[in-house]
Structure formats: structure tokens, C-alpha cells
């Protein structure tokens, strides 16, 4: 079983910037591919960033491409996304997620984290 819990989130205004952090139970967290994902009020949960397990590969949406940051610190557990230029359209839930069985992308994600809220004023 692998706990996922998000945390970071907030209210910022819209060029500001917010960093997200996600803190994983489990021995083997260096090999877990992670991912974020976020659902907007009345829509799907959409993909946002996914990362390899040694951090070498990262995978971004067309939509938060150059503003957003995937990154990991296998020695801590935890997972980053950096939200920079942040505009009311990624105001959302935020997830992250955790495949534990394979780093070779798409990525099948096995657990998930409660969310955390991002909200961007304008």
C-alpha cells in the first residue's frame, strides 16, 4: 500500500507562482513513476506532469508546458510540481499519483493522493 499526501496548495494571484509538494510512504519510492493531475470544478481530472523514476524524464501538458515544473527528491519521498505564471485557468483540485510497477510511459497510475486546491484570482 503506498500513501500519497499532497499538500502546498492556496489562493495566489494570477502571475504568481505556488509550489506543490507530494510525500510518498513506501521503501521503493525511487521506483515509482509519478504524475500530477488536476480537476477543474465541472470538468474531467486532466494530466498536468509526470516524471521517471530517477527524474531524468519528464512529461508535461501543452498547457503548462515552460510554467510548471515536475521534479523528485528520492530521499525524501517526495514529489514537486512548481507552478510559475499561474493563471485562473489552472485554478483546480491538484493530485498527485503513483505507478508502481512500470517506468516506461503511458504511465498506469495505482494510487492517488486526496488532492490539494489551487485557486488563481484574477
Known amino acids: 500500500q503506498v500513501e500519497l499526501v499532497e499538500s502546498g496548495g492556496g489562493l495566489v494571484q494570477a502571475g504568481g507562482s505556488l509550489r506543490l509538494s507530494c510525500a510518498a510512504s513506501?521503501?521503493?519510492?525511487?521506483?515509482?513513476?509519478m504524475g500530477w493531475f488536476r480537476q477543474a470544478p465541472g470538468k474531467e481530472r486532466e494530466f498536468v506532469a509526470a516524471?521517471?523514476?530517477?527524474?531524468?524524464?519528464?512529461y508535461y501538458a501543452g498547457s503548462v508546458k515552460g510554467r510548471f515544473t515536475i521534479s523528485r527528491d528520492n530521499a525524501k519521498n517526495t514529489v514537486y510540481l512548481q507552478m510559475n505564471s499561474l493563471k485562473p485557468e489552472d485554478t483546480a483540485v491538484y493530485y498527485c499519483?503513483?505507478?508502481?510497477?512500470?517506468?516506461?510511459?503511458?504511465?498506469?497510475?495505482?494510487?492517488w493522493g486526496q488532492g490539494t486546491q489551487v485557486t488563481v484570482s484574477s
Open positions: 513506501g521503501r521503493t519510492f525511487s521506483r515509482y513513476a
Open positions: 499519483a503513483a505507478d508502481v510497477y512500470s517506468d516506461l510511459p503511458p504511465y498506469e497510475y495505482d494510487y
Open positions: 516524471i521517471s523514476w530517477s527524474g531524468g524524464n519528464t
